[in-house]
């Protein structure tokens, strides 16, 4: 009870980490801190920061945008922002896609998706309430979300507040066939609204990887029974794994895609849930019960929507494109260093994503080697957060190879240090 502040961060025991990092500034891969030594944000600063802290064009049109509009409501009102940045996601996300509705974080985006898939089946007049999830998988930190995600000890008091779901196994390789035997056999039963995923990587859940084909099959199980798809993008869009969005992998279009961290390059928060028009259509109606009832207060903030406007601009035209190749290329280097090095084991790629795990007895999320690996790399001013006894990096697209030597050589240095 020694701090002196009185904030109750996230995520964040405070009984054993008294003291946080302050951080004073931003720029490309690096923060700075207030002892004036510069760390390299090797996570992105929660997977949100895409082109690099404080880029010039990002911020140049924040500053812009809120000298002329700095919030409105939402409902009954539009501003320009949000009608270029709907118009420029219609064109960059799978066809199909057809109407943009507008949040402020990633939880509130899937929120949004699950009342959609609901309200959809509802108003058609099918009885159709639940909710296919996958194993292991991670939508945000609400109650639906929750809900929808895995249950562990990040959710255990909730449990009894989270609604039932039916849960999927994860797809590795080679048992592919029971997660699709299982997915059938409950899309058979006629009462599943939806099945939701995040597309190829499960983020939170320890950067688990599974095939595109994988993902397509899944999805055409989904389409055979008419169940709605919903694509949690929120991690895995904005380049991380190789392409804009992970679905293109699969050649697959969601009937409902979230979208947040990186849409405002990591500088606002802002998300969005893209629909079908099936879906828009089923709320459509002079009968006011079925407006789609739902908002926060900062829906579509002009600053945030400039924001994403501007970071689908550097999208254009900058060589973002390359630069994501160029991290693939260093990430698989860096996890080749440790390929015949039995201290670690699945070591794994998709894209931007790297990760492997740490060969430890005790490996839950709880065990200290997380939270021990947290203070060797923030010594070695390098923020790197593992996910249990999962070591993963996923900086910023502007990272250089010295950059990524350094992650990979304190990795190395970590294992030495902790085994
Ligand atoms: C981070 C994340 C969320 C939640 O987003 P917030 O902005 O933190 O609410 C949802 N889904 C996935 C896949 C995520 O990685």
Redesign the pocket.
């Known amino acids: 009870m020694t701090r002196h502040s009185p904030i109750w961060h996230p995520f964040t025991q405070h009984a054993i980490m008294p003291e946080m990092t302050k951080i004073t500034g931003g720029c490309g891969a690096y923060l700075t801190k207030a002892d004036g030594e510069r760390m390299l944000d090797a996570i992105s600063s ?3 920061v895409t082109h690099g802290h404080c880029h010039p064009h990002v911020i140049g049109a924040i500053k812009e945008q809120a000298d002329k509009l700095d919030q409105v409501i939402f409902a009954g009102h539009t501003h320009e922002p949000a009608e270029l940045l709907a118009q420029q996601l219609l064109r960059c996300t799978p066809d199909g896609l057809d109407y943009v509705f507008f949040s402020d ?6 929120e949004v998706a699950l009342k959609m898939a609901l309200g959809y089946w509802h108003h058609l007049g099918e009885k159709r309430q639940r909710v296919v999830v996958m194993e292991n ?6 109650i639906g ?1 929750m809900s929808v995600g895995e249950r562990c000890v990040f959710n255990q008091p909730y449990n009894p507040l989270l609604f039932d779901v039916a849960k999927l196994p994860f797809p590795s390789a080679g048992n592919e066939q029971t997660t699709f035997d299982e997915l059938e056999k409950l899309c058979s039963a006629g009462d599943v609204a939806a099945f939701i995923v ?1 597309p190829l990587v ?3 859940g320890g950067m688990l990887m599974y095939s595109p084909q994988t993902l397509r099959t899944l999805v055409q199980i989904c389409k055979k029974h008419h169940v709605l798809f919903i694509a ?5 869009g904005w380049g991380r794994t190789g392409k804009l969005f992970a679905c293109e992998y699969a050649q697959v279009t969601p009937d409902i895609a ?1 979208y ?2 990186g849409l405002t390059g990591g500088s606002l ?1 802002l ?1 969005v849930t893209m629909c079908s028009e099936a879906i828009y259509n089923e709320h459509y109606s002079t009968d006011r019960s079925k407006t789609f009832f739902h908002s926060s207060s900062y829906t579509a903030n002009p600053i945030a929507c400039a924001a994403a406007v501007a970071n689908l601009e550097v999208w254009e035209r900058e060589p973002v494109y390359e630069r994501i190749e160029n991290l693939a290329k260093m990430q698989a280097a860096g996890l080749e260093r440790f390929k015949n090095d039995e201290r670690f084991t699945n070591l794994r790629q998709q894209g931007t994503i790297a990760a492997m795990d740490i060969n430890v007895r005790d490996h839950g999320y709880l065990s200290d080697v997380g939270p021990r690996l947290y203070a060797f790399f923030q010594k070695k001013n390098l923020l790197l957060r593992p996910l249990g006894n999962t070591l993963y990096s996923m900086p910023p697209y502007c990272v250089t190879q010295d950059d990524v030597n350094h992650i990979y050589d304190a990795m190395a240095e970590a294992a030495d240090e902790l085994l």
């Open positions: 929660w997977w949100v974080s990633g939880s509130t985006s899937v998988s991670y939508h945000g930190d609400t979300t995040e499960l983020g939170a949690d993008e929120v991690m895995t979230c947040s961290k928060p998300a």
